[in-house]
């Protein structure tokens, strides 16, 4: 995992889009919790000083036709949070004249609202005391029905340092249970998240202590679900690398164990013509059959390691069996020429997804060991169709036919060397070209009134 030019780990990664949303929501929970609990101190505090300011409003008198108001301080003192809060209160009569109180608190300035039901409304508002930030409540106290300026202004102030601290002390108690909470969820899921990826240590511990040469299956009993698929993906990993290193030592041992007997033999063959035993265009002609058979089995040996180069790899193209087989024909009319063998194409025009020339080298091989088994002036041919089993592409002969123990070897590299001229790799090549295209090779004898008349070697490939 990648951010930026750093590596993460996946432990690391998991953890870091666990905790930092809920670390995030904790942070915008408790800002938001800190504005409610301001808001919730203001309300509680604020219907005191609604309290305050009705309970002077209700000492108001008029005397001799004038406005008077006696407030004791014990009267604010009860509604005082604690010795960290001060209230302070002022009267004004109807014209703003100051009655009572401290004149310093600034004056209301608002009308009353003019609702006969309700006329003695109170407003709450913040202002500034002697530098100092004060929550006031404005009560408009009426005190004499029958005059219209017969109200007076109850102002009672407290300073909001209180609130604040409270507020602040809910804010912290609560961050501090947050916190608590947060480290709790961290460390199980630390927990979780290791648990999780234990899987992941000891697959990552057991490839580390494998063998470099070791490339079995790894075994899937106890991995988890999410495993069991990277697992499957190594598994097949491992089967593909186990098939290429398998092919590559197959390749090496048959190369230099067949490649070996023609040179030994051309040899012999050029220290015979150097001491004389032979005329000289009998001993090149000996040579001349050696090389032949040489670079023939040495292509034979490059196609089969080019079959395995191919398998999975490469853009496929349509291939037209029909004209590859043609092209194939034509390539080997000098072989068929030579024994006079009536030959015989009969194709469909059929396409397949495939390597071109993975397809014209394994009709090549069939072709050249039915050629090969073929009587001269017997029959031999191609046929191509498509049917319910899929693509079908049967190289059929007019030869003896295979015996049983033949079967037992028969796609075995080299199993068929020396009995017919051949070098043993052609059914080899295309047992490997069929098995790239996921297709089925089979080589069964053709019986005419309980005679072998031939042999029909059939490849079907999915369409």
Not at 78 to 86: F, G, K, L
Not at 103 to 127: C, N, Q
Not at 268 to 278: F, K, N, V
């Amino acid at each position: 995992m990648r951010i930026g030019k750093t590596t993460l780990s996946a432990r690391t990664y998991l953890l870091a889009w666990i905790i930092t949303p809920i670390a995030i929501f904790i942070l915008a929970d408790t800002l938001t919790l800190y504005r409610n609990a301001l808001s919730s101190v203001n309300t509680a505090y604020d219907r005191m000083l609604i309290a305050s300011a009705h309970s002077i409003g209700d000492l108001l008198r008029i005397e001799n036709g004038a406005l008077k108001v006696v407030v004791p301080y014990t009267a604010l003192e009860i509604y005082e949070a604690d010795v960290s809060s001060r209230m302070v209160y002022r009267v004004s009569d109807a014209s703003g004249k100051f009655l009572s109180g401290d004149d310093d608190l600034p004056r209301y300035t608002g009308k009353p609202a003019r609702r006969a039901s309700y006329p003695d409304l109170v407003h709450i508002y913040e202002d500034q005391y002697r530098g100092e930030t004060v929550r006031v409540a404005a009560l408009f106290q009426p005190v004499s029905v029958n005059d219209p300026a017969g109200h007076a202004l109850v102002q009672v102030a407290e300073t909001v340092e209180h609130r604040k601290a409270l507020a602040q002390k809910i804010l912290w108690e609560t961050l501090m249970h947050q916190l608590i909470l947060l480290a709790v969820v961290t460390l199980l899921t630390l927990f979780v998240v290791s648990r999780a990826t234990r899987p992941l240590d000891a697959l990552r511990a057991e490839l580390g202590e494998r063998n470099a040469e070791d490339l079995s299956e790894l075994p899937l009993p106890r991995r988890p679900k999410e495993l069991r698929t990277v697992v499957d993906a190594l598994n097949e990993l491992m089967s593909r690398l186990r098939r290429l290193l398998d092919h590559q030592q197959r390749f090496v041992a048959d190369a230099s164990h067949q490649l070996r007997t023609p040179l030994a033999v051309l040899k012999t063959q050029l220290q015979s013509g150097l001491r004389g035993d032979a005329p000289a265009e009998v001993i090149l002609k000996e040579m001349s059959g050696t090389v032949e058979r040489a670079i023939g089995l040495a292509n034979q040996l490059l196609s089969l390691a080019k079959v395995e180069q191919l398998r999975g790899r490469g853009a496929k193209e349509t291939c037209d069996l029909a004209m590859l087989a043609r092209e194939v024909a034509v390539d080997l009319s000098s072989l068929i020429s030579e024994k006079n063998l009536d030959f015989e194409l009969d194709a469909e025009k059929v396409s397949i997804q495939s390597h071109p020339w993975m397809v014209s080298e394994l009709i090549s091989n069939l072709l050249h060991n039915a050629i090969r088994h073929t009587p001269a002036g017997s029959r031999m041919g191609i046929r191509i169709k498509h049917d319910a089993q899929g693509i079908v592409i049967c190289v059929w002969d007019s030869g003896p036919g295979l015996e049983e123990e033949q079967r037992l070897h028969l796609f075995e590299p080299f199993s068929g060397s020396g009995r017919s001229g051949g070098s043993g790799l052609g059914l080899a090549i295309c047992r490997e070209i069929v098995d790239a295209m996921e297709g089925v090779i089979k080589l069964d004898n053709r019986i005419e009134d309980g005679v072998v008349t031939g042999m029909d070697a059939k490849v079907i490939l999915p369409e």
